[in-house]
């Protein structure tokens, strides 16, 4: 079984708060990805790392930032949450051929 | 970045094998196939993966075209927990390995 986690699992907030999810994993593994999956489409990668302070953006793009300051944590921040914010966010680590995903974090902004 | 083509939908009976195909024909010599579910409220996860050869694990097997235009994922007796969206996805190798574009993907069904 892959360690990997994601907190909180759902969350319902306010248009305008700051928001962080966090992801953690306990693999050591370098590489590390966001996804953000709307209900019923496909995911989208909008955020990747390749390692300690290596950051970039996916192919969807994402008002959202992240750090990699730990090999274990890759936050991900939005500054003002908004309702088209509203998805799931999926973290995930790349094992040797294959991704690890955390169970997501659902999001609602009202 | 290659990209897949995969049926929207398919339907299978418990304990029946099942045969998801997967069209990839603009693949480049260094991508890899790579095949990953996702069941209902869950994130996706990995089942198999192969670069020119057929492939066998505790899953499932991957079964490969000789041009690699096309590949198969094939899931030898279907049980309910199989029921999943399957995606088939190319990965270059590399550097950049692991950067994984996802597709609509096949819903599976599985019937008791």
């Known amino acids: 079984e892959a360690d990997i986690y994601q907190t909180p699992r759902y969350l319902v907030i306010g248009t305008g708060k700051k928001i962080t999810l966090e992801c953690s994993q306990t693999?050591?593994?370098?590489?590390m990805y966001w996804y953000q999956q709307d209900p019923g489409m496909e995911l989208h990668l909008i955020h990747y790392?390749?390692?300690?302070?290596?950051?970039e953006k996916g192919d969807l793009s994402s008002e959202s930032t992240v750090s990699r300051i730990r090999t274990e944590h890759f936050p991900l921040t939005l500054e003002s949450a908004r309702p088209s914010h509203t998805s799931q966010y999926l973290c995930?680590?790349?094992?040797?051929?294959?991704?690890?995903f955390g169970p997501g974090t659902r999001l609602t902004v009202t | 970045d290659a990209k897949t083509t995969q049926p929207n939908s398919m339907e299978s009976n418990e304990e029946e094998p099942v045969h998801l195909p997967c069209n990839h024909s603009?693949?480049?010599?260094?991508?890899?196939i790579h095949w990953y579910r996702q069941l209902p409220s869950q994130g996706p996860e990995y089942v198999i993966h192969?670069?020119?050869s057929n492939v066998n694990n505790r899953m499932a097997s991957l079964a490969i075209a000789e041009d690699r235009k096309s590949s198969t994922l094939i899931l030898h007796r279907a049980t309910l927990r199989d029921a999943a969206v399957y995606y088939c996805?190319?990965?270059?190798?590399?550097?950049?390995?692991?950067?994984?574009?996802f597709g609509q993907g096949t819903i599976l069904t599985v019937h008791p």
């Open positions: 995930a680590t790349q094992g040797r051929f294959e991704q690890y």
């Open positions: 693999m050591g593994h370098d590489k």
């Open positions: 790392s390749y390692g300690v302070n290596s950051t």
């Open positions: 603009t693949i480049s010599g260094t991508d890899y």
């Open positions: 192969g670069l020119t």
């Open positions: 996805i190319l990965s270059r190798g590399g550097t950049s390995y692991g950067k994984l574009t």
